[in-house]
């Protein structure tokens, strides 16, 4: 239960209930009024324990992170254009972006959208993690929406999609800054596509798509690879 948005209830006075239920996958924000809603629950304090350093929360607005409004918009967008693949699209990346930071990292190895979200978490303090890995969401589920064939790649049966192929897909999707990360064995997108079970990454010639892709996320430059 989330409280709803002050400027929504102060423009419709009694006519707003005094606590709003979300639906499944909807987010706790006001679109309209850019900003973050704030939870019943969090507001009372539990016995013997002080609210913490931020005192009561309250709403934040969004206006420092466009981005996250971008991606409602998108989201709405692919609901309307990609109506048969939306929520298949939104399950598996919703899965990927949850279990993130479940993957084990080498001590002292950076991960950039792990740094993204950690900005994004100093600019919106105590917001749940749901929206700070928004934009990254919708990145992903844009990638299956548009390309549903790509959920198959970690099955890998004849004529699906390579694991390069999604991982070129979304690392363009993602903007991700350095590419060569997606190739970590241990990264969470060459595991969810099942790269970590392949054998050591060799092919027959050098004109074997994968092979560009590869070197192309290896050299953090996969701007000249058309996405198919
Ligand atoms: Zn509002």
């Avoid at 929406?145 to 999604?166: E, K, S, V, Y």
């Amino acid at each position: 239960m989330m409280r709803p948005c002050t400027l929504c209830a102060a423009r419709r006075g009694a006519r707003i209930p005094a606590l709003v239920r979300l639906d499944h996958g909807e987010l706790p924000i006001c679109v309209q009024h850019r900003r973050t809603l704030v939870g019943f629950r969090d507001e009372q304090p539990r016995r013997g324990r002080p609210l913490g350093p931020f005192g009561p929360p309250t709403e934040q607005s969004l206006d420092a992170t466009p981005e996250i409004l971008t991606a409602v918009r998108r989201r709405r967008a692919l609901r309307r254009r990609r109506r048969a693949t939306i929520d298949a699209a939104m399950e598996a990346a919703g899965q990927i972006t949850s279990g993130w930071r479940n993957w084990p990292r080498r001590r002292g190895e950076s991960d950039a959208i792990t740094t993204r979200w950690g900005g994004r978490s100093e600019l919106l303090p105590r917001v749940v993690e749901q929206v700070i890995r928004y934009p990254e969401t919708i990145a992903l589920a844009t990638v299956f929406a548009r390309h549903p064939q790509l959920l198959n790649t970690p099955r890998a049966a004849t004529g699906d999609p390579t694991p390069m192929m999604f991982l070129l897909h979304a690392a363009h999707y993602l903007q991700h800054p350095e590419p060569g990360q997606l190739l970590r064995r241990h990264h969470p997108l060459f595991r969810w596509a099942g790269a970590d079970d392949l054998p050591n990454w060799r092919w027959r010639n050098s004109s074997e798509p994968d092979r560009s892709i590869h070197a192309a996320l290896r050299a953090d430059n996969i701007e000249p690879l058309r996405l198919r």
